[in-house]
């Protein structure tokens, strides 16, 4: 059945008594998420995207507004740890997040947890470690794995809970390029594999993976568009903090000098040819 | 990291590193007991001996052993001088303005030491030998009667299991730390005792804040993978008394036999 | 200063099970003035490079002299350890004191600096990296990540090093907290001439700022020499597993429609757009 998510005018807050509603973390937030999605979140640092990450999977529970799931409102502590399941996290940083000295007991972790049975876990991890890449380190301590091996590890342990969505955030960016890439590669085959994917960065690069991006800041979504339609419109980013790709500021550099070129491009391909023909 | 912390576990696939965690840690319990039976010459040789041969199963290198043995050297040699000097009856060996050595005395201290030397070096067999999580997972199930009465054996188990994969973790920060302020001119080595306390806060406080925000992360990965204590819980390993482990009766009950019927 | 890494090893928990050769038969040297980038995949060996450069390890073979000062395995007394500032990865989780002035005052108070001197020195710092006199005052622990970051290389700067090395300066800041810190490098290098030795997985940044490339593999120096060397031969950069910076990768994108290719030399996006200007010009076909 899949799992769609839904927020209606959320409002979220750390501390009540001291702040005035701009200083909310998330402010008025209406969002949708369709199984099956890819999606990027991009902020600069202190705009929200872990506050909404963590209200997505009932980590944080809305100050106002509603949160529901395929259209049932989460309000009872065993609805949100039932989404545990279906809503899967993973964090920044890679050592925080694994609890267990060897690598097949931590992805057991969530497991035990939810009170799978010993037989179906055996059957499920070798499954995991071999789609995340880490088969033959089942007895790893975790100190001896690399950074973006334990994000994989991460990854598995979520992933061996079934999950119908993923939230990644900035899980790449304490890691190294090859890790990195890494990372980028498997939220891809996840994608593919029909797991929602919602990717919080502030790398424009990475962002545009998606197919859809949502651009926060100072709590508030500024916009929510296909990656195409954004990437035309990519010269915005630049007030909100964020890198504008290479690609588009060459594009407006050349527009500037005359060249005739379309006013908006949809991805670096249409920029690549154009050039080509007004040379 | 430049030496190897003590107790480590040394991954190898020896005798002893595939015999049960409880099974281990129940002998290795029983066998400290045993120590304080053994009151004589042969008996200590017993002791000896057996704890040679565990060293060969374990086929880890003795210079390890010894490196776990240097810790506690200086309490071994100052209780053994103790009872040099003390310890009255037999044969007077040595006279000095200040002491005399008697017979006694020097059995007293080779017996001592010994006790002490046999203690340490099982105590490392077990830890070489059996993984952090092998002995938390032990230890819990061999605790599960204590359930009856309300301790929470689970947190309990889990707490320590956690300690134990962060050991590592922290070990690196504090390094890390340590350098950066190093680097910064930190003065670690000289003055005295309250200085060097001092010295030691710019160290402490980072390490103390970077802990709690691990903590707290944690918190949240462990919430965010359905964690609500132990309730509703299904357990991934499972521990299996093997044939070997029962031989460990056998030979229990065969060193409780041989000291009982040498001892004095 | 001039520094000369002569043929080092450096190896971890020697004589144990552990034991691991992180560094072997390293030589470079490392002008005084320039920014030396350092770049390599996980484990390659570039902390451990870094720690043997500030003074804080010392080699299990070689030696590295920094000006006239020389240190190899036997050395008891590292001497060039005060002139050499080291800014670690994520520097914002060092600090520890009450205020912002106190945390940056600590270092050149180690170095036994005379009262009014430090509080020179604080206040030159923070106007180095830019941040305002009304945080000296409060608690380092208030400010926002970047500004936190931006305390602790004062910390370090206010010890006036002559070689400054950093580690992955810009990781975790967004894109305004990069472009801040790198600016501030590079000016720091223009006005005060410290030797930059700049440890980074940011090829543009490389691309950017570095005079002199180092790459690292298992331990090994498998390549030194300028920015251009290494990022317009593509096929040494496959082979070294490295990725190219932005402008090249876009450079590469455009090169398979435009002949005769735009050359890999170009890093600035100016310099791009002057290339593409004069062909359009001249025409695109002579
Ligand atoms: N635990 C907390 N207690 C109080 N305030 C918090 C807490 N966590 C975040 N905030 C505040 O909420 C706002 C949003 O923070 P959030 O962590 O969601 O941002 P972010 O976009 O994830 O930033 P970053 O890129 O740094 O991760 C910020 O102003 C931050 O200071
Ligand atoms: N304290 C230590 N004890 C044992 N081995 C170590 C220690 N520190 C590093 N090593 C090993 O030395 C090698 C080089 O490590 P180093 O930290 O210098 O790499 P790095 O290039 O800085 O990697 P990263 O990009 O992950 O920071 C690695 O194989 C690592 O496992
Ligand atoms: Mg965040
Ligand atoms: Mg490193």
Redesign the interface.
Known sequence: MGTEITLKDVWFHYYPQTESRENWAVQNVSLDFQQGEYVSIIGSNGSGKSSLACLLNGLFIPTEGAFCINGQPITTDQDRWELKRRVGMIFQNPDNQIVAPSVVDDIAFGLENLGVSREEMKYRIPLVLEQVGLSGLEKKEPHHLSGGQKQRLAIAGILAMQPDVIIFDESTSMLDPDGRKHILRLMDELHKSGITIIHITHQATEAFLAERLIVIHQGRIMMDQSSKELYANATLLDQWGLDVPIGILLHQALRDKGWKLSEKMESEEQLVSELWTSM | ????VIGQY??GDSFLHRLDPRAKLLFVFLFFFLIFLANNISTYLILYLFVAICILLSQI?V??FLGSIKPVLFIIILTSILHLVMTKGGAALLTTPLFTVYEEGVRQAAFISSRFLILVVMASILTFTT???DLTDALEQLLEPLKKIRVPVHELALMM??A??FI??LW?ETE??K?????????LESGNIFKRLAAY??IF??LF??SF??AE??A?????????GGI???????LQYKGKDYSLIVIFLLLVIMIGWLRS | MDIHVNDISYVYQKGTPFEEEALSNLSLSIQHGIIQAIIGKTGSGKSTLIGLLSGLLRPSKGSITVGEDKVTATTKKIPFRSKVGVVFQYPEHQLFAETVYKDISYGPTNQGIPAEEIKNRVYHAIDLVGLDESLLEKSPFSLSGGQMRRVALAGVLAMEPSILILDEPTAGLDRIGSEQLLSLIHHLHQQKQVTIILVTHQMDEVARLAGQVLVLEKGQAVFNGSPVELFSERSRLDKLGMEPPSLTKLIDRLNERIHPPIPTSLFELDQLVAHLELRRKVGNNE
């Open positions: 990291m430049s030496r190897i040394i991954p290198r210079r390890l993984s952090s999580l299991s956690i134990l994969r590592p973790t690196e890390k730390i350098n950066a302020q190093l680097a910064r001119g930190a003065n806060i710019p406080i980072p804040l970077s925000r691990r992360e944690l949240m990965a462990m919430e965010a993978r359905a964690y609500r509703g819980r299904t357990k991934y390993r499972l």
